[in-house]
């Protein structure tokens, strides 16, 4: 597969020369120092690398749930970088969609209603968002499951949840932090396949993750040490 | 966000959802409120019950009138060693007309002797109060004329033997308006009976009204004619004959501003001509004064009261609000990472507090009701629910709800949502 020259459009995430420096007393920690790194669409990457390594920092910069001290992040050759937390807020809802390690639904509302729940901050109607949740559950193989709470479900379920309210807003990635950390290795696999079938689908999305068993299902691995980027796979 | 009313009405359903999910807490909370908007409109209910009696009592008597009436002074009231004496006390003719030539601000004044005498209609007896005035007392006196007619100045003028009753003099006398044109036998001379006034009896401790239950009205002239002016009475044993010109006279005043400069001339010029204090001016539009400031210190003291009441019941929204934060603090995040902006949570948690606090308040409003109703039920007290109220400690309750929900809920919209998201 030969690689054409690439655009700024054609990258769903540009990190330049990207610090974050936490002050802690005296002393100074480099949660990240000095990283860019471009993630092409329609990609799957994997970011590894032991724990702090920085790699909750950087899941944490691409989420829009933090600001970096210095350097420049383009979603979609867009500087985020800049923006107060109103406007961050607002590029979450749009353009970005969430799958926690630990599910995170809402236990008193329904899976529907998890699975709608950015379409609400949306304003979207309630037969919009109904018709919407329908179709994602379906995707995720859970329309029979869409008025029940989360905590009648099983682990695998509750992530396919999280990941079709990920999905709902059609952001411009997905990100995944540690997506199958609470499951055990068959639903593992589920959960893996079923975000592989999505970005073969198109969808971009960035994992971060520390067992190579599942690092190794991304099309690229990026691993990290120290704040740096260690090296690229793939 | 635009504000549509379908979204507001959505964001009140997952505020009353969540509420939902904890009925004991929710009730707990809104207690606080509704007590404090109970025990509010319960309070003025029974202050205003309390002092709209005592306050139309007073206007009855005339707003723009004084009334000066003549005391027995102290020293001579103590007659018992004496078998026969005369007491000479009271008001003067020559004060009526002192008073009105002298003070501009006099624009009628109505002279009145008072006798008790029994009085006689076919062969039925009735102690009665014989109001000697004249037709100017009706002005001043407001009275709803029942039946027939009311003295006249010609009545006054030809000093005829007529006589006006009270609605309830009437009664005891005979049946019905038939008394009208029958005769009246008052000691030795026959009235006859024009008209009949509704009577206002003054209940115990109340102001001393210039009329009573069982009047009967005469002209001035005929009572000076037939009665003079002394007036003799068996107390104990002993006869006291007292000398009395007037009785009382009631002052009207030509504007309300002016009446109680016109009773400090009134009583300065009384105090020339009389060498001891032998009348008492009462001033029922001072009496008015007095009675609602009384009534407002009343009500502000209730304010106080409930003011604390809601300000715990504040504070009881606060603290849970900030305890179901704390809880709540990993949805917060969920929702903040998915998308919404902090004054989204701020609303969020703004709502159900507002909820909580109108519920609380409603709720209360009919406690508020209840209670009065009881107190009037079991100790028979006046009470009086005013609208006012209702809205008053509703608006209070919703406000109250309001300033002590924004800051636990600027509180759960500051959280950092990836602390929020760690949050077990």
Known sequence: ?234 | MKLSPGRFYRDVQLGIKNLMLHKLRSCLTMLGLVFGVGSVIAMLAVGEGASAEALEQIRRLGSRNIIITAQKPADEQDAANVRVRISIYGLLYEDEQRLSETIPTVSRIVPVKMVQKSARMGKRTLEMRIVGTNHVWFDLVQRPKIAGRLLERRDIDERSNVAVLTEHGARRLMATEAVIGESLRIGSNYYEIIGIVRSEGASEGAMQTPDQQTDAYIPFTAARDHFGDFFTQNKAGTNIRELVELHQLIVEVDKEEHVEATAAAIERMLGMFHKKKDYGISVPLALLRQAEATKRTFNIVLGAIAGISLLVGGIGIMNIMLASVTERTREIGIRRAIGAKQRQIIAQFLIETVVLSFTGGLVGIGVGLFIPWVITLVAGMPTMVSMYSLVLSLGISVTVGMVFGIYPAMRAARLDPIEALRHE
């Not at chain 1, 700024?8 to 860019?36: C, F, H, N, W």
């Not at chain 1, 509302?109 to 949306?122: D, G, M």
């Not at chain 1, 304003?123 to 379906?138: I, M, N």
Request: proline share 4%.
């Open chain 1, 1 to 234: 597969m030969t690689e054409a020259i690439k655009q700024p459009g054609d990258y769903a995430v540009q990190l330049v020369d990207l610090y974050k420096i936490y002050k802690m007393g005296t002393q100074e920690v480099r949660a990240l120092d000095g990283v860019s790194a471009d993630f092409d669409k329609g990609s799957f990457w994997a970011i590894m690398g032991p724990s702090g390594s920085g790699k909750s920092t950087m899941l944490n910069l691409l989420g829009c749930l933090d600001r970096p001290t210095s350097g420049s992040y383009y979603l979609s050759g867009r500087d985020v970088s800049i923006l107060d937390d109103n406007e961050l807020s607002d590029i979450r809802l749009k353009y970005l969609g969430f799958i926690f390690q630990s599910f995170n639904l809402i236990p008193q509302l329904t899976v529907e209603e998890n699975i709608a729940l950015p379409l609400y901050y949306l304003g979207w109607s309630a037969k919009e968002r109904t018709d919407r949740a329908h179709s994602l559950a379906k995707l995720v193989g859970l329309e029979d499951r869409l008025r029940h709470r989360p905590t009648e479900l099983s682990g695998g379920q509750q992530q396919r949840v999280a990941i079709a309210r990920a999905l709902s807003n059609d952001p411009v990635f997905l990100l995944a932090d540690e997506p199958t950390g609470n499951l055990d290795s068959a639903t593992s696999m589920e959960i893996i396949e079923l975000l592989q079938k999505l970005n073969q689908e198109g969808k971009t999305i960035i994992m971060v993750t520390h067992e190579p068993d599942i690092a190794k299902f991304a099309r690229k691995r990026l691993y990290m040490r120290d704040g740096k980027i260690q090296k690229v796979e793939g």
